[in-house]
């Protein structure tokens, strides 16, 4: 793979008007960084799970803030890495392509949550089960292997592309019309279902293959797998920085969440995230943290601090595996390369948050819950596009927005439309619609 063909302003559905001469006050990547937060969904996130219950007197961290936080750090990333990639190839005439790549990062970052459903990854599972344990079983003889691999590997990563790239009802050729290099880089995994092996991860459905190869077709993204076999592309290069950005902020803002919560103490985290460093380096951190009474500043400053580290260390490796990023052949992720101290330090947090704070009692109530209301919706509303001739699925339908085609010409068409609607409900209007469908909220007059 090359630079020069990996940054792509070219928009999809908007091919056709497609000019690289064309220049003004913001580049088109900025131009995607500026739609995205203008647009419903991406303010939607404020209203969805991060990890924690939405917050009642604390405040913690929800898709929104992850996701602006993400942006941030993973721009900073990228611009240290071709901060250092400027200098290798300064005789390329191509070399101020490198510019752009802060700008990309900065707006995949932005929409690498997109697809994800309320209740954090728990709706994640409640969508995918419903169809492998739950009522939806019996849908499979009616969909094709492809489709069902799709629905039953329900995933969150693949909904944001679809998201940002279907032409839902009304709405414009090319959905989003987003830069082909910003889409490809928030596919984590740029292979279909049926590949997702034991985690399940994919990146595209069924329904959006075609948009996807275009993409990578025209970005040189290197197919691994032959003709006639599904769908296996290397990953666009920058998705290992917008993956680094999000590994490094919800490991650490988890653990600053989990002290506001008083889930863990004060001295856990500091023990915790003081070992990313050196003994000189945390002698000055240390006064620092000698000169300030508030412990939540503490640890504030603490975090900063480990952010900092872990964006220089990534950015290393990823200037260090360039060749084999490029060939398509580095199996590994950037956090998985840190040198020995902080690879230590960052695998001693993820023990902590998986045995401290991902089973506290909090989480698992959300998750409970999400579960039972994305289940009972499913129910519902997959009832209502499969039997739409019944008076209880007219009155469902009427609700149904119009810009997800519950009428579809094929059954994995209308269910996508339900997924659609799901998927990009908030916590409280899942919550909300549940009640009603239950019977247990009245509408006030």
Known sequence: MEWPRLICDKRLGLENYHDPRSCGTRSDFQRDHDRLVFSSPFRRLQNKTQVFPLPGSIFVHNRLTHSLEVSCVGRSLANEVMRQLRHKYR??????????????VGAACLAHDLGN???GHSGETAISTYFSEGEGRHLQQRLSPREWADLTRFEGNANAFRLLTHQFRGRRKGGFA???STLASIVKYPHESSVAGQRGKFGFFTSEIDDF???ADELGL????CPGEPLVYSRHPLVYIVEAADDICYEVMD?????KLKILSTETVIEHLSAFFPPERLRR???VMDSVEDTNEKIAYLRSCVIGRLVECCADSFVRHEEEILSGTFSSTLIRSLPEREKLAYDSCASLSYSRIYDAPEVVDVELAGHRIITSL??????AVINPELSYSKLLLSKFPGQYDAQAPTLFGRIQAVLDHISGMTDVYALDLYRKLQGQSLPAV
Request: one cysteine or more; glycine letters at 2%.
């Open 222 to 225: 290197k197919r691994q797998s």
């Open 178 to 180: 987003m830069t082909y």
């Open 91 to 104: 005789d390329e005439l191509w070399v101020e392509c490198l510019d752009f790549a802060g700008e990309i």
């Open 255 to 259: 653990i600053e969440d989990a002290h």
């Open 117 to 119: 459903p309320p209740f």
């Open 213 to 215: 190869v275009r993409i």
């Open 285 to 287: 951190m240390n006064e």
């Open 378 to 383: 499913m129910q519902h509303l997959i009832n």
